[in-house]
């Protein structure tokens, strides 16, 4: 059996389907399961044991056609899209693959032979369920059996590979693993917003205060120049700090986010990869129903994650004060070193 599974869209969305590629790869273990995803999503993918291809979307609609005929010839007995747009919807039928299932959203569920309502807007759920919950569905259309798995540590690097990156961050970076190191990403994109300057630098400073940090400001295209600044903010405020902007690409970030000990940063693909490594993670979410920390929740272990969102007074996260939540801070990195 040939199953395509379509999660195209950003890096975070992607990170929290992987439980759902896991379910079916369980329930299918001698079925090839192929992602359709971007092109910034390709090293993720290969990284997940439960994905045995990867195929890249173009993207372009004016293009879809063609590229329904490259997906026909194929032959895929089974598609899902954990993603349902016009786009994908049309994509698949086009493919000719005989089963396609989706959420029941808008009039494109027309277009899937099979679709199950889940009203995601509410945000009643953390988005990694969702994604679960249609890949069970998944698997009883096609007739297999639907069993438990856990959603955690769905990305992991052995420990030679780790070793390897903290040599090679060292060199980089010229930084010492012998201390807490502390990776920081300040930038958001999207609809997502962050934490002004100001807030990072007390945030910082303070755990800092709590445990000697080797802090390490992450940057990715474009965002230099906001995580630059952050580091020469912090210059004479802490020990250790050192920009960490430049990477030979996505799986060679992900392999040093693999070796932090915290990863810290607002809602973004990021903060999602450092979950699914079960890298304990401090996640600053913007105040929307369709961002709330429980939607969007990171596949962290129990305990290895800490969110936070604005208050009912304050608009977005640069209105959130940082000290009031400090002393729960101070008790989550304590409950680390237990």
């Not at 359709?36 to 090293?43: C, F, H, M």
């Not at 096609?142 to 780790?162: F, I, N, R």
Request: glycine share 4%; aromatic share 10%; charged share 20%.
């Amino acid at each position: 059996m040939k199953i395509l599974v379509v999660r195209n869209d950003k890096i975070g969305d992607f990170v929290l389907a992987l439980p759902a590629f896991k379910a079916i790869k369980q329930a299918f273990p001698s079925a090839n399961v192929v992602a359709l995803v971007p092109a910034y999503t390709v090293d993720i993918a290969r990284a997940c044991e439960w994905i045995d291809d990867v195929i890249i979307d173009p993207g372009k609609p004016d293009s879809l056609k063609e590229f329904a005929q490259a997906l026909e010839a194929e032959k895929f007995d089974a598609s899902i899209c954990l993603f349902s747009n016009t786009y994908n919807a049309k994509l698949v039928r086009k493919a000719r693959i005989p089963i396609r299932i989706a959420p029941a959203t808008k009039w494109v569920q027309f277009l899937y032979t099979h679709t199950l309502k889940q009203k995601r807007s509410r945000s009643e759920k953390p988005e990694f369920q969702y994604n679960l919950e249609l890949a069970n569905y998944f698997i009883t259309v096609l007739k297999g059996a639907v069993e438990p798995v856990s959603p955690h540590q769905v990305l992991h690097y052995s420990d030679e590979l780790k070793q390897m990156q903290r040599a090679k961050l060292a060199h980089q970076l010229n930084i010492s693993f012998d201390r807490r190191v502390c990776f920081v990403h300040p930038v958001t994109g999207g609809s997502s917003n962050t934490l002004t300057q100001s807030q990072w630098c007390k945030l910082i400073t303070f755990l800092d205060q709590l445990t000697p940090t080797q802090f390490v400001i992450t940057a990715g295209p474009g965002e230099s120049e906001v995580s630059g600044a952050l580091v020469d903010a912090l210059a004479g405020q802490i020990d250790s700090v050192v920009l960490y902007d430049k990477n030979d690409g996505v799986e060679d970030f992900m392999r040093s986010i693999a070796v932090a000990d915290v990863f810290i940063a607002g809602s973004t693909g990021p903060l999602h990869i450092a979950g699914a490594l079960d890298v304990p993670t401090i996640g600053f979410y913007p105040k929307k129903r369709s961002s709330t920390p429980l939607r969007w929740q990171t596949l962290n272990s129990p305990g290895k994650w800490l969110p936070f969102h604005p208050n009912e007074q304050q608009e977005d996260l640069t209105q959130f004060e940082v000290e009031p939540h400090l002393p729960e801070i101070k008790n989550w990195c304590l409950s680390l070193e237990k």
